[in-house]
């Protein structure tokens, strides 16, 4: 691995971040998402599924209370397994007991988090005092030990640790880690980092190489990402190496997950040779590098491939990233939906086998897409490559943003590529597919992911090591960056995703600064004006341009944005024959409040030229395109006749950006049509 070549995100309190489409987004999650979601952790949204999140805090802290209150004579909760079945009827009347998911701890964790990213963007002292007084409940919440997981303290912590596969404590401190570490870059304050650390350091003594220490690793992924995470915002070795260790132990024989015992949660143990099917849902079937095919439940693979990745460049482990970049490749090469959304089938939540994308049945997970972002931009840290930028922003333009309404009040958990909302309610096989946004979910996994990826963009759009700054994302901020010891102020306007413009205003004399300019891999060809410099330099899709910088310098880009009509590989039988649009990194949809309902009647005449004009959906500026083509009349009766050519009649397909789909009341969608 070249490690000259590693780069790290830019630091948010080193960017404000200013873009139009962007800062909308980012408004929407700190005036709309994080309030609303804080409203959903407390179950005080009318007509949502409860969360329970808040409160089994408050009662894990009340049995601590009560533990100091009576010393020896506290009587211990014994495990006993309560899941979401124990949900009351009427949760008017709840017991001091834990209730929700065994992993509900992580949606508060991701919700400081994204106020974390927040406050760095926008100081707000009102948000702040809320998430301190949150910070205290979680606190309280921890035991003498250090442990944190209010399912096990609320249930009894006898059984803690015993059932790794599917109990979600190790992803739930990951999540812990992730939100303490993002809320005190951005405060500065440390109590929930302290009481993280003096977690892990817990559970650095429960597992690990050593002698008599447990071999465990996390059911489902994220403890690997966050500790290294840790390791870099504390220097503490010991963390970095249990990332290593939850890694490399993973997929071993004798499986780890095979000799745990469930106890009650699981009667029978499944049969011997099926531990590989067993396994491979989260990713533990092979040692982590000997892994080619990308497998299981995706959101924890893309988490554990983020780890690796991370583990990889913060080692300079060349085989480790070498064994990223098979399952990167197996992600991208046959495993994606266009949108950039991961897992073609809801069983296990899964990646389905090569060329599996059915657009109907999509699971595309919106933490999927989340998850596979981080992945590539940890790719990105070792290796500057646009193809991984590009997936990134396909990902963030599309099957992210698809996952929360155009006003950030409701969610999309599954983000298909067609809907029929008759069939999302009568046909079992779809009823995963919704076609309207929820408010919450009972697993409300995806929404806070959304806002902590949402209120961090700018850390995804660029990075920079010693003295280049890359741009992975056209987006308008500002940053600065030190060279040797001098500050470089950098502006950039940009245009995306509509506008292919970019202006970059750079001051930055006397320091070398090298600017690293990614090209998108949907513009053919670019151009590039302005104070331009005699070095210049194409590697890997970035253009590299060093020169002397003077007081004030601009660039100028231009990336024309095109309507592509984008065909599918053969081999994704669901898509043959039939073509979607795109326009820049933008994936275009069809949608039954613009072109009627039956949309699979329609087609596209491909010799047409698309018309792109701008519009709105819900008061929301954007491109949106026109789109000659047909509808196939259907004028026969019966369910089958004599085959003869279908009459069809000529029509013009209006396209709105998939993103927004789903904002205008319930209807059919559909991304891939037939062709002409
Ligand atoms: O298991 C925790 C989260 O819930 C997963 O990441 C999601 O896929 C959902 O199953
Ligand atoms: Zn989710």
New binding site residues.
């Given amino acids: 691995m070249e490690r000259k070549e590693c780069n790290t995100p830019l630091p948010l309190r080193n960017m404000q971040v200013t873009d139009t489409f962007w800062k909308k987004e980012m408004e929407l999650v700190r005036k709309e998402a994080i309030p609303y979601q804080w409203e959903a952790l407390n179950d005080r949204v009318e007509g949502a599924a409860p969360s329970f999140c808040i409160r089994n805090f408050k009662v894990a802290g009340k049995l601590n209370r009560k533990r100091r209150e009576m010393g020896a004579s506290f009587e211990e909760p014994k495990y006993t397994f309560r899941g979401f079945e124990s949900l009351p009827k009427e949760p008017g009347h709840l017991e001091d007991k834990f209730y929700g998911f065994v ?1 509900q701890d992580s949606d508060f964790y991701k919700w400081i988090e994204a106020v974390g990213y927040s406050l760095t963007q926008h100081p707000d002292s009102a948000l702040e005092e809320m998430a301190d007084r949150a910070v205290e409940l979680v606190c309280n919440a921890q035991q003498e030990d250090g442990y944190l997981d209010t399912y096990y303290i609320i249930n009894g912590r006898d059984k803690s640790f015993t059932n790794l596969r599917d109990n ?1 404590e190790l ?1 739930c401190f990951g999540h812990l880690v992730e939100g303490a570490v993002a809320y005190w870059q951005a405060t500065g304050k440390k109590r929930l980092l302290d009481a993280v650390r003096k977690f892990a350091d817990y559970i650095d003594g429960y597992f690990g190489p050593e002698k008599g220490k447990c071999k465990g690793y996390p059911g ?1 992924e994220v403890a690997e990402m966050a500790l290294a995470r840790l390791y870099e915002a504390t220097g503490e070795e010991r963390y970095l190496a249990l990332a290593r260790f939850f890694i490399e132990e993973r997929g071993r024989q004798p499986y780890y997950f095979e000799q745990e015992d469930r106890g009650a949660q699981e009667e029978k143990k499944g049969k011997e040779e099926d531990a590989w099917g067993r396994n491979q849902y989260c990713q533990a079937h092979l040692p982590v590098r000997e892994q080619e095919e990308a497998v299981g ?1 995706a ?2 693979a893309v988490y554990l491939y983020s780890g690796m990745a991370e583990v990889a460049r913060l080692t300079g482990d060349e085989g480790l990233y070498a064994a990223c970049r098979k399952l990167w490749d197996s992600i991208v090469n046959e495993k994606m939906y266009l949108t950039a959304g991961i897992g073609g089938t809801h069983i296990g ?1 899964a990646f389905s086998f090569p060329y599996d994308l059915p657009d109907d049945t999509a699971y595309a ?1 919106t ?2 897409s989340i998850g596979l972002v981080f992945f590539a931009r940890r790719m990105l840290g070792i290796s500057p490559e646009a193809e991984y930028a590009d997936v990134m922003e396909r990902a963030l333009y599309n099957g992210i943003l698809s996952g929360m309404a155009l006003d950030g009040k409701s969610f999309f958990y599954v983000n298909p590529l067609s809907v029929n909302p008759v069939a999302c309610r009568r046909d079992e096989r779809k009823s995963h597919v919704k076609a309207v946004r929820q408010k919450w979910f009972g ?1 409300a ?1 995806c929404p806070p992911n959304l806002s902590r990826l949402v209120s961090s963009v700018g850390a995804y759009a660029f990075s920079e090591r010693e003295d280049t700054l890359f741009v992975h994302l056209y987006m308008s901020a500002k940053l600065s960056k030190e060279i040797g010891g001098k500050r470089v102020q950098i502006e950039i306007v940009s245009g995306f995703p509509w506008e292919g413009k970019v202006q970059i205003h750079v001051k930055a004399q006397d320091t070398g600064l090298t600017l690293a300019l990614r090209l998108p891999g949907w513009c053919r060809e670019y151009q590039i004006a302005g104070c331009l410099p005699k070095e210049r330099e194409e590697r890997k899709g970035y253009l590299y341009v060093k020169k002397d910088w003077g007081e004030a310098d601009t660039l100028e880009l231009t990336f024309p944005m095109e309507v592509c009509l984008i065909a599918a590989n053969g081999a994704v039988r669901e898509t043959v024959g039939k073509a979607a649009l795109m326009r820049g990194p933008v994936v275009y949809c069809l949608e039954g409040a613009d072109n009627g309902e039956e949309l699979h009647l329609l087609s596209i005449d491909t010799d047409a030229k698309p018309q792109v004009w701008d519009g709105e959906i819900c008061g929301l500026a954007a491109k949106r395109i026109a789109m000659p083509g047909y509808r196939q009349q259907e004028r026969e009766s019966g369910l089958y006749h004599v085959w003869k050519k279908p009459e069809k009649e000529k029509t013009m397909l209006q396209y709105i950006p998939y993103f927004m789909w789903a904002n205008r009341g319930e209807n059919e969608m559909q991304v891939w049509t037939r062709t002409e």
């Fill in positions: 992993f979600h992803y489902h439940h959101v924890r939540e997970e933490c999927a697993c996994c």
